[in-house]
């Protein structure tokens, strides 16, 4: 017998008498997950031949023409090919031509789903989406790596980025704002990946991530009023945690008449104020030359006169360029990062703060992250796919050599129902945040026994 089997075998008999030992409820995990297979194009030829057809003989002629008339000329180099068909195949194939030259492809249709979050190409014929937190492979499929190829040059060309063997790496954005990150081959072994992540046309309200459980009202109302009040606030959490859509509903509570500068790398966040400036960073040209980092925009940002400043994430030196703003009068800004949890964000801070190539000692870091953070905001991925905020945390200091925390809201786990859903609640710890002054100076009526946990929130 291998030694998978037997590591199998024994894994099914640890798992049966577990199961005896500490019975737990049925849960949809365990159910097999819905695999849709591909299935193939059969008119994958007669595309190809009608698309370089439409090049030579009417976008060479007319250049662009709009949806009626392309259609229409759709349906003439159709019908002369007099291929038999269906009025519903027929429909369908004009759609798949109209979404090939005006959309992207064989995805198009997934990008209009709104009930899907993010777009996955692994390879031409292996598409995955998700869906309510959860993975689903989907039926669409390319033809080949060239036609992947040429929908992510479609995606990057209009933004002035480019993607080939000596730059096989970028990331851009579609134009709803939608994040787009594409690899190809040689670095991508089974050809050019594309990974697609969503926003709705209507960016999320603070009502909507209420409605979800993402939060409760009761840390709604404390978080508007920190942001009102002009704390500088970190939003932490995991790959797909939804840092980027808790970062533009918290923005949404900056009062319109403050001039706000965001910096990102592909510009994604999706602010109703007018006075915004949006900054994106630029990546080299064919010589090398020409790049424009987060650290370039960061600073540049410091002399557009802002009252606040967003970044988008931080990932390496511009954590430092981040800091000092926060430090120097910029109060009130707003940031995110990739941790796990509120104390793993301040070492990840650190360690950005050594990235920018400054010899400084751990102490001066940890003085600037304590004197520049007032809160941590830590977002979750839980296992069935929701997402919550599961610790609202206050940075008060320095304690040693230490930076210290304390937990004002936090999110209790109390185990799963029966279809697989987190059960629990986030509450408040009965710690009265140091800077509830600072909250009744900027007019909120807070009231120290919000706190109580006995009372359950505000």
Known sequence: MSLMRRLEKHRGKTDQQETVQTPVPSTA??????????????????????????????????GEIDTLSLEAEISLLLAEEAVPMTRTEKQRFIEGMMAEIQGFGPIDPLLKDPSISEVM??????????????????????????????????????????????????D????????????????????????IRKFSKDPFTIDDLVRFGTLTEEMALFLRACVEARLNVVVSGGTGSGKTTTLNVLSSFIPSDERIVTIEDAAELQLRQDHVITLETRAANLEGKGAITMRDLVKNSLRMRPDRIVVGEVRSGEALDMLQAMNTGHDGSITTGHANSPRDILRRLEVMVLMAGMDLPVRAIREQIASAVDLIVQQTRLKDGSRRITHITEVMGMEGEQITLQDIFLFQEKGRNEQGRVIGRQVPTGIVPSFIEKLQVAGFNIQHDWFNPRRGGL
């Open 121 to 170: 190409v692994n390879s031409p014929q292996l598409i995955y989406v998700e869906r309510n937190g959860k993975l689903e492979r989907s039926h669409v499929q390319f033809r080949d790596n060239d036609h992947v190829l040429r929908i992510i040059d479609k995606i990057v060309a209009p933004l002035g980025r480019r993607i080939d063997e000596s730059s096989p790496m970028v």
């Open 29 to 62: 995990s365990s159910a097999p997950a819905t695999v849709y297979e591909p299935i193939p194009d059969p008119y994958a030829s007669l595309k190809t031949k009608l698309h370089n057809r439409l090049v030579s003989e009417v976008f060479s002629k007319k």
């Open 172 to 195: 851009a954005r579609l134009p709803d704002g939608s994040r787009v990150n594409a690899i190809i081959p040689p670095l991508a072994l089974k050809g050019p990946c594309i990974t």
